[in-house]
T-cell receptor, first 115, second 111 residues
Framework: AQSVTQPDIHITVSEGASLELRCNYSYGATPYLFWYVQSPGQGLQLLLKYFSGDTLVQGIKGFEAEFKRSQSSFNLRKPSVHWSDAAEYFCAVGPYGGATNKLIFGTGTLLAVQP | DGGITQSPKYLFRKEGQNVTLSCEQNLNHDAMYWYRQDPGQGLRLIYYSQIVNDFQKGDIAEGYSVSREKKESFPLTVTSAQKNPTAFYLC??????????FGQGTRLTVV
């Protein structure tokens, strides 16, 4: 079955510390992979995406993610977290090819940032 | 500015009522989607549409209906058959298989 797993429901980091949010997926075909961020009561904003090519992708707000096919993972990283990064983060997988982008989402990781 | 507009931001429904959530986009995207978000469950696909006058059920379509009469509009009706409609509803659009862009959401509460 197609699925996305984000094993950490809630993470707390100190401001200035590094961050890694985990994402594992199960998908029967070559996937497109995405990370979105959501502030409370708001829609989702795209942080970064992986379609093909270089497995380390750069996104907005200083985030990056690395696609590891052998581990079926697409972990999100940031070297130094800012208080404004506190939000909920969603990993998603979509079909490579096809006419639509039917995304399968993980259950999200809620990030808290301590001063 | 191009984007996706959802209205209203907050909506209250009485038991047994149908309510319609609006979603409009001016991005000229062909595909549009409705997702439901519940705490701890991520986002689940309700309906999606690839082109005008065509739409398909997602994973949790029961109790919902949609229409796609115009490219820029994809309204969602939550019918009285939906037994647990209280949730945050997100509309999105995309060009084919590229990344989806999301609206700001509508929070529906049953009173």
């Amino acid at each position: 079955a197609q699925s996305v797993t984000q094993p950490d429901i809630h993470i707390t980091v100190s401001e200035g510390a590094s961050l890694e949010l985990r994402c594992n997926y199960s998908y029967g075909a070559t996937p497109y992979l995405f990370w979105y961020v959501q502030s409370p009561g708001q829609g989702l904003q795209l942080l970064l995406k992986y379609f093909s090519g270089d497995t380390l992708v750069q996104g907005i707000k200083g985030f990056e993610a690395e696609f590891k096919r052998s581990q079926s993972s697409f972990n999100l990283r940031k070297p130094s977290v800012h208080w404004s990064d506190a939000a909920e983060y969603f990993c998603a997988v979509g079909p490579y090819g096809g006419a639509t982008n039917k995304l399968i989402f993980g259950t999200g990781t809620l990030l808290a940032v301590q001063p | 500015d191009g984007g996706i507009t959802q209205s209203p931001k907050y909506l209250f429904r009485k038991e047994g009522q149908n309510v319609t959530l609006s979603c409009e986009q001016n991005l000229n995207h062909d595909a549009m989607y409705w997702y439901r978000q519940d705490p701890g469950q991520g986002l689940r696909l309700i309906y999606y549409s690839q082109i005008v006058n065509d739409f398909q059920k997602g994973d949790i379509a029961e109790g919902y209906s949609v229409s796609r009469e115009k490219k820029e509009s994809f309204p969602l009706t939550v019918t009285s058959a939906q037994k647990n409609p209280t949730a945050f509803y997100l509309c999105a659009s995309s060009i084919a298989r590229l990344e989806a862009f999301f609206g700001q959401g509508t929070r529906l509460t049953v009173v």
